[in-house]
Protein backbone atom coordinates (compact mmCIF):
# COMPACT_ATOMS: atom_id res chain seq x y z
CA UNK A 1 0.00 0.00 0.00
CA UNK A 2 0.92 3.57 -0.66
CA UNK A 3 1.73 5.89 1.84
CA UNK A 4 3.93 8.38 3.57
CA UNK A 5 6.55 6.61 6.63
CA UNK A 6 7.92 8.85 9.36
CA UNK A 7 10.56 7.42 11.29
CA UNK A 8 11.61 7.20 14.22
CA UNK A 9 8.06 7.49 16.04
CA UNK A 10 9.81 9.11 19.36
CA UNK A 11 12.87 10.94 19.36
CA UNK A 12 15.17 12.27 21.75
CA UNK A 13 17.08 15.19 21.68
CA UNK A 14 20.12 16.42 24.12
CA UNK A 15 20.29 20.35 24.78
CA UNK A 16 22.83 21.77 21.29
CA UNK A 17 22.41 18.81 19.19
CA UNK A 18 20.67 18.60 15.92
CA UNK A 19 18.32 15.89 15.42
CA UNK A 20 17.07 14.52 11.93
CA UNK A 21 13.51 13.41 10.94
CA UNK A 22 13.21 10.60 8.13
CA UNK A 23 9.96 11.37 5.96
CA UNK A 24 9.71 9.13 2.71
CA UNK A 25 6.58 8.20 0.59
CA UNK A 26 5.80 6.06 -2.23
CA UNK A 27 2.77 8.25 -4.13
CA UNK A 28 4.25 9.48 -6.33
CA UNK A 29 3.21 12.85 -4.90
CA UNK A 30 5.75 15.95 -6.11
CA UNK A 31 4.79 18.54 -3.40
CA UNK A 32 6.15 17.56 0.51
CA UNK A 33 5.29 19.34 3.93
CA UNK A 34 6.41 19.28 7.15
CA UNK A 35 4.48 20.34 10.08
CA UNK A 36 4.67 21.04 13.87
CA UNK A 37 1.63 20.37 15.67
CA UNK A 38 1.70 21.37 19.94
CA UNK A 39 -1.47 21.40 21.89
CA UNK A 40 -4.14 23.94 21.29
CA UNK A 41 -2.30 25.47 18.03
CA UNK A 42 -3.26 23.30 15.36
CA UNK A 43 -0.67 22.58 12.47
CA UNK A 44 2.15 25.37 11.84
CA UNK A 45 3.66 25.06 8.37
CA UNK A 46 7.98 24.68 8.90
CA UNK A 47 8.90 23.72 5.00
CA UNK A 48 7.41 22.67 1.95
CA UNK A 49 8.81 21.58 -1.37
CA UNK A 50 6.85 21.45 -4.53
CA UNK A 51 10.00 19.65 -6.32
CA UNK A 52 12.70 17.87 -6.20
CA UNK A 53 16.34 20.10 -5.15
CA UNK A 54 13.67 23.34 -4.20
CA UNK A 55 11.48 24.27 -1.45
CA UNK A 56 10.41 27.01 0.53
CA UNK A 57 10.07 28.40 4.25
CA UNK A 58 6.88 28.09 6.43
CA UNK A 59 5.57 30.55 8.83
CA UNK A 60 8.03 28.77 11.80
CA UNK A 61 11.31 27.78 9.41
CA UNK A 62 13.63 29.46 12.34
CA UNK A 63 15.96 26.72 13.76
CA UNK A 64 15.53 24.41 11.06
CA UNK A 65 16.33 23.08 7.80
CA UNK A 66 15.50 20.05 5.23
CA UNK A 67 16.53 19.13 1.88
CA UNK A 68 15.41 17.40 -1.04
CA UNK A 69 17.44 15.20 -3.01
CA UNK A 70 14.74 12.31 -3.85
CA UNK A 71 11.17 12.88 -4.70
CA UNK A 72 10.73 10.47 -2.13
CA UNK A 73 12.48 12.17 0.81
CA UNK A 74 12.02 15.13 2.39
CA UNK A 75 14.16 14.78 6.17
CA UNK A 76 13.55 17.41 8.64
CA UNK A 77 16.58 18.78 10.69
CA UNK A 78 15.99 20.36 13.86
CA UNK A 79 18.93 22.34 14.88
CA UNK A 80 20.49 23.67 18.11
CA UNK A 81 19.08 27.05 17.21
CA UNK A 82 15.61 25.65 17.66
CA UNK A 83 15.00 26.51 21.64
CA UNK A 84 11.85 25.59 22.03
CA UNK A 85 11.59 21.73 19.68
CA UNK A 86 9.91 19.65 21.42
CA UNK A 87 6.29 19.02 19.72
CA UNK A 88 5.11 16.50 17.33
CA UNK A 89 6.29 16.83 13.80
CA UNK A 90 3.81 15.83 10.92
CA UNK A 91 5.33 15.15 7.31
CA UNK A 92 2.51 15.29 4.64
CA UNK A 93 2.24 15.16 0.22
CA UNK A 94 -0.07 16.07 -2.21
CA UNK A 95 -0.60 14.55 -5.74
CA UNK A 96 0.94 16.52 -8.95
CA UNK A 97 -0.63 19.73 -10.27
CA UNK A 98 -1.00 22.80 -8.59
CA UNK A 99 -1.76 21.62 -5.17
CA UNK A 100 -4.14 23.75 -3.58
CA UNK A 101 -7.45 22.11 -4.06
CA UNK A 102 -5.86 18.63 -3.37
CA UNK A 103 -5.88 17.26 -0.24
CA UNK A 104 -2.94 16.10 2.09
CA UNK A 105 -1.93 12.90 2.61
CA UNK A 106 -0.22 12.73 6.22
CA UNK A 107 2.60 10.24 7.62
CA UNK A 108 1.76 8.84 11.68
CA UNK A 109 3.93 11.64 13.08
CA UNK A 110 8.04 11.89 15.55
CA UNK A 111 7.16 13.02 18.65
CA UNK A 112 10.40 15.07 19.57
CA UNK A 113 11.62 15.22 23.38
CA UNK A 114 14.39 17.32 24.92
CA UNK A 115 16.25 15.56 27.75
CA UNK B 1 -5.71 36.95 3.34
CA UNK B 2 -7.38 33.59 4.43
CA UNK B 3 -7.88 32.09 7.68
CA UNK B 4 -10.26 29.03 9.25
CA UNK B 5 -12.00 29.63 12.80
CA UNK B 6 -12.98 26.33 14.35
CA UNK B 7 -15.65 27.49 17.26
CA UNK B 8 -15.02 25.38 20.24
CA UNK B 9 -11.77 23.76 21.28
CA UNK B 10 -13.52 20.95 22.91
CA UNK B 11 -16.99 19.67 22.39
CA UNK B 12 -18.97 16.61 24.06
CA UNK B 13 -21.83 14.44 23.00
CA UNK B 14 -23.46 11.93 24.17
CA UNK B 15 -23.30 8.57 22.21
CA UNK B 16 -26.15 8.29 19.53
CA UNK B 17 -26.64 11.94 19.67
CA UNK B 18 -26.15 14.69 16.82
CA UNK B 19 -22.57 15.87 16.72
CA UNK B 20 -22.27 19.56 15.32
CA UNK B 21 -18.18 20.93 14.85
CA UNK B 22 -18.21 24.60 13.33
CA UNK B 23 -16.09 25.74 10.96
CA UNK B 24 -16.12 29.44 9.42
CA UNK B 25 -13.25 30.50 6.98
CA UNK B 26 -12.42 33.79 5.14
CA UNK B 27 -11.53 33.66 1.83
CA UNK B 28 -11.04 36.34 -1.00
CA UNK B 29 -11.51 33.88 -3.78
CA UNK B 30 -14.38 30.72 -3.83
CA UNK B 31 -12.28 28.43 -1.42
CA UNK B 32 -11.68 24.56 -1.37
CA UNK B 33 -12.21 23.73 1.89
CA UNK B 34 -11.53 20.25 4.17
CA UNK B 35 -12.22 18.41 7.34
CA UNK B 36 -9.57 16.12 9.08
CA UNK B 37 -9.60 13.71 11.59
CA UNK B 38 -6.59 12.97 14.12
CA UNK B 39 -6.35 10.07 16.32
CA UNK B 40 -3.89 10.41 19.26
CA UNK B 41 -0.28 9.56 18.16
CA UNK B 42 -1.12 9.39 14.44
CA UNK B 43 -1.72 11.87 11.50
CA UNK B 44 -4.53 13.64 10.17
CA UNK B 45 -6.87 11.75 7.55
CA UNK B 46 -8.90 12.88 5.04
CA UNK B 47 -12.37 12.80 5.66
CA UNK B 48 -13.83 15.32 2.85
CA UNK B 49 -13.46 17.93 0.86
CA UNK B 50 -15.32 20.74 -0.72
CA UNK B 51 -14.61 21.56 -4.56
CA UNK B 52 -17.60 23.27 -5.55
CA UNK B 53 -19.38 20.71 -7.50
CA UNK B 54 -21.47 20.11 -4.17
CA UNK B 55 -22.51 22.28 -1.43
CA UNK B 56 -23.44 18.96 0.63
CA UNK B 57 -20.52 16.87 1.07
CA UNK B 58 -20.97 13.22 2.24
CA UNK B 59 -17.52 11.83 3.74
CA UNK B 60 -16.17 8.82 5.50
CA UNK B 61 -17.32 7.18 8.66
CA UNK B 62 -20.71 9.13 8.27
CA UNK B 63 -19.85 12.07 8.41
CA UNK B 64 -21.05 15.23 6.36
CA UNK B 65 -20.10 18.93 5.51
CA UNK B 66 -22.43 21.89 3.90
CA UNK B 67 -21.11 24.59 2.32
CA UNK B 68 -22.79 28.00 3.07
CA UNK B 69 -21.08 30.87 1.22
CA UNK B 70 -23.83 33.49 2.73
CA UNK B 71 -22.52 32.45 6.33
CA UNK B 72 -19.00 31.49 5.41
CA UNK B 73 -19.06 28.33 7.07
CA UNK B 74 -18.55 24.73 6.69
CA UNK B 75 -19.92 22.89 9.53
CA UNK B 76 -19.33 19.41 10.01
CA UNK B 77 -22.44 16.75 11.25
CA UNK B 78 -22.92 13.48 12.09
CA UNK B 79 -26.38 12.27 13.00
CA UNK B 80 -25.60 9.66 15.64
CA UNK B 81 -22.24 10.18 17.70
CA UNK B 82 -20.40 6.40 18.10
CA UNK B 83 -17.54 5.98 20.59
CA UNK B 84 -14.90 5.63 17.50
CA UNK B 85 -15.75 9.30 16.95
CA UNK B 86 -13.66 10.57 19.71
CA UNK B 87 -10.70 12.07 17.85
CA UNK B 88 -9.40 15.84 17.44
CA UNK B 89 -10.55 17.16 14.12
CA UNK B 90 -9.33 20.20 11.92
CA UNK B 91 -10.90 22.31 9.04
CA UNK B 92 -8.08 23.68 6.76
CA UNK B 93 -9.47 26.37 3.53
CA UNK B 94 -6.98 26.24 0.43
CA UNK B 95 -6.93 29.43 -1.62
CA UNK B 96 -3.21 30.50 -2.25
CA UNK B 97 -2.16 27.93 0.25
CA UNK B 98 -3.69 25.30 2.66
CA UNK B 99 -4.41 26.57 5.92
CA UNK B 100 -5.25 24.67 9.08
CA UNK B 101 -7.67 25.37 11.87
CA UNK B 102 -6.62 24.85 15.66
CA UNK B 103 -8.91 21.63 16.04
CA UNK B 104 -12.02 20.68 18.23
CA UNK B 105 -11.46 17.24 20.38
CA UNK B 106 -14.86 16.01 20.81
CA UNK B 107 -15.34 13.88 23.11
CA UNK B 108 -17.86 11.15 23.03
CA UNK B 109 -20.16 10.81 26.55
CA UNK B 110 -21.62 7.15 27.02
Known amino acids: DGGITQSPKYLFRKEGQNVTLSCEQN?????MYWYRQDPGQGLRLIYYSQIVNDFQKGDIAEGYSVSREKKESFPLTVTSAQKNPTAFYLCASSPPGRGINQPQHFGDGTRLSIL | AQSVTQLGSHVSVSEGALVLLRCNYS??????LFWYVQYPNQGLQLLLK??????LVKGINGFEAEFKKSETSFHLTKPSAHMSDAAEYFCAVSDDKIIFGKGTRLHILP
Open chain 2, 50 to 55: YTSAAT
Open chain 2, 27 to 32: SSVPPY
Open chain 1, 27 to 31: LNHDA
